[in-house]
């Protein structure tokens, strides 16, 4: 899914409070990502993306510093800057009170550290191109928080329940689909794709429904 | 303890017949339980040496498990951390019939002293109310031991035994030593017994505190103790080791490689997920399938589990062929190989997908047995069915399975 070639980097920011950490991660990046500024802390992490305002800041979800509330606080410190910096979370840890916190901090994917320098290059390019990135991972929360199966219509808000094809997505990508082949497998276009998994990290960000929160609390650990 | 063999003198739950103090007491010197209970008999005739003997035991010897008392003893490292399954014990409601036993004596005297029948002079009725004094604060003792957290009679009813029983105590003593005293000098006596106990109690109370807070000091101090023998335990059982393999193999990528994500995983499940009781989970087992194929074929596999139940015989099957298809993609694939685990309320699907070159599964020989008898041929057994799709860009085994409503599976 990469842009053409031959445009401009992308500028990212990068939070974590290893350098051996960002060291990797620079090293991994394609030409198509540019880093402009790393910061290890907190504190340092709002400053440099408030002077620096990057299209996409790569942030690790446990950050020293600040009230000690990690990468969710840098999002909800940045919230000024909603709309013109995006964030991509990035974690070692796959526990779902990671990703629901930082998700509903306000971040528009959560990769895990593990995941390669040229995914991690196309999951910046996504991001910065305004749509969501979901590791198979985020799926399974996202269905298993949403109810994987057809889901018998409790409360009327919308923004509490997954469409079946939505749903259908999210068990494409649980499944290990990247967004090409969910599109060919669905007959769809890629685009409708991401539309699709964008209005997901939307419900996931703004629903109420206490699913959510109830299982996140009941599987702090998973 | 004279031998590392010899259990601890604990009163066991099982095999008691009043207190327990024989089967203890069996289980301590390591001899059969029939024959301390001879010994026990055959003193009484000694001048009651064994009820007395009996009566010692049962009150300073702490109830439990003698097994389990051993176990704690031994080192934190090498104790299961799931305790055995044990058959439920029996007790009886010792302290309850022996109240039974003495209100019914203490009706019959008063019936007999009614009818105008001397009872043994006036001592009987004080000695009975010690006894039952006695008894009542005794059986608070028990309870004491029987449950190490509430130290100290937490509950109001331990309190209240505590004080109804030391009252019924101090009266019968009372009433048996002072029976012959005129009543002024009993209660002036008692006055000034308890002026004294008082000034002594004033004295020792902060002996007393001190004693308390130093003994739930080191409870905590040893509970710390215990965890930071069973971290230290797992470290250098899993971290310490693998970090040895790891410098002594530096050469071989692969290997380290093996080790590291074997290590990390199963220090990330060690310090972040809850410890799921063995054979309660779907999930975990299919981790611990994916886990199994991971170190042996050294490839990388990202599992996703939605939802969970109780496993049976059919979705162990269900996993059986799971490892099978895995082990297919692993080792004919390309990686990223993904596990896909959905359990519903009445279905259970796993997806088994890699990227490799894909293969034609009508093309499969009859004799590679993989996927024709172990995935396709295991899933119709157990009433499910499997699917195969081969395509350029990777092979896709997806398997499915009905399966019984079960209580809190889905979510």
């Known amino acids: ?222 | 303890m004279e031998t590392r063999a010899r259990l601890p003198l604990r009163r066991p739950e099982r095999g008691r017949v009043l207190g327990g103090v024989a089967a203890g007491l069996a289980a301590h010197l390591g001899l059969p339980v029939a024959t301390v209970r001879v010994a026990l008999v055959l003193l009484v005739a000694l001048g009651g040496a064994g009820v007395v003997l009996y009566v010692f035991w049962w009150v300073t010897v702490p109830s439990g498990d003698p097994l389990a008392a051993a176990e704690e003893l031994r080192p934190a490292a090498s104790v299961r951390l799931a305790p055995r399954l044990r058959e439920p014990g029996r007790r009886l409601p010792v302290a309850e019939i022996a109240l039974g036993v003495l209100l019914l004596t203490a009706a019959g005297v008063l019936v007999a002293i009614r009818n105008g029948v001397d009872v043994g002079g006036s001592w009987v009725l004080p000695a009975l109310i010690l006894l039952g004094g006695t008894a009542l604060g005794w059986s608070q003792l028990d309870g004491v031991h029987r449950e190490p957290g509430t130290w100290g009679g937490g509950t109001p009813v331990s309190v209240l035994r505590l004080l109804g029983g030391t009252a019924l105590a101090t009266s019968g003593v009372f009433l048996l030593v002072g029976r012959e005293a005129p009543m002024e000098d009993l209660v002036r006596s008692g006055l000034a017994a308890l002026a004294v106990l008082m000034g002594a109690a004033l004295v020792l109370a902060p002996w007393w505190l001190r004693l308390v807070r130093e003994l739930s000091d080191e409870r905590l101090a040893r509970a710390r103790a215990s965890e930071r023998a069973d971290i230290a335990a797992h470290l250098h059982d899993s971290v310490l080791q693998t970090l040895a393999l790891i410098r002594s193999r530096a050469s071989d990528s692969e290997e380290v490689a093996r080790l590291a994500r074997a290590q990390e995983r199963e220090l990330r499940t060690w310090l972040y997920d809850d410890r799921v009781t063995p054979g309660t989970s779907v999930a975990a087992d299919l981790r611990a399938v994916v886990a199994e194929v991971e170190d042996q074929h050294g490839v990388p596999v990202e599992v996703v589990v939605v939802g969970d139940r109780v496993p049976c015989e059919r979705t162990a099957g269900l996993l059986r062929a799971t490892r099978e298809a895995l082990t297919n993609a692993v080792r004919h694939g390309r990686p990223p190989v993904s596990v896909y685990l959905e359990i519903g309320p009445d279905t259970v699907e796993v997806f088994v997908k890699d990227r490799g070159d894909g293969f034609d599964p009508d093309a499969v020989p009859e004799d590679r047995f993989g996927v024709r008898e172990s995935i396709v041929g295991r899933m119709r057994r157990l009433g499910g069915s499997a699917r195969v799709r081969s395509r350029s860009e990777g092979t896709e085994v997806a398997l499915r399975l009905p399966v019984e409503a079960q209580e809190g599976s889905g979510r």
């Open chain 1, 1 to 222: 899914m990469s842009e053409p070639a031959g445009r401009r980097p992308i500028d990212v920011v990068l939070v974590d409070d290893h350098l051996m950490f960002r060291t990797g991660v620079k090293a991994s990046l394609d030409d198509g990502v540019a880093v402009i500024g790393e910061a290890d802390s907190v504190d340092a992490a709002v400053a440099v993306v408030h002077e620096l305002r990057p299209p996409v800041v790569l942030l690790d979800v446990h950050l020293p510093g600040g009230d000690g509330g990690g990468g969710a606080e840098v999002l909800r410190r940045c919230a000024d800057l909603a709309g013109e910096v995006r964030f991509l979370a990035l974690s070692v840890s796959d526990a779902a009170e990671d990703v629901v916190a930082v998700i509903r901090a306000g971040a528009r994917g959560y990769v895990t550290k593990a995941i390669s320098g040229a995914d991690l290059s196309d999951a910046v390019r996504r991001v910065a191109g305004g749509d969501a990135v979901f590791s198979p991972r985020l799926a399974g929360f996202v269905l298993d928080a949403f109810g994987a199966t057809a889901d018998v219509a409790t409360g009327d808000d919308e923004l509490d329940r997954l469409s079946a094809r939505e749903r259908e997505v999210m068990r494409l990508i649980a499944r290990g689909y990247s967004y090409r082949e969910v599109a060919s497998e669905l007959f769809i276009s890629i685009k409708t794709v991401e539309t699709h998994v964008s209005a997901v990290l939307r419900k996931l960000q703004l629903s109420s429904r206490h699913e959510l929160t109830r299982w996140a609390a009941a599987r702090r650990l998973l």
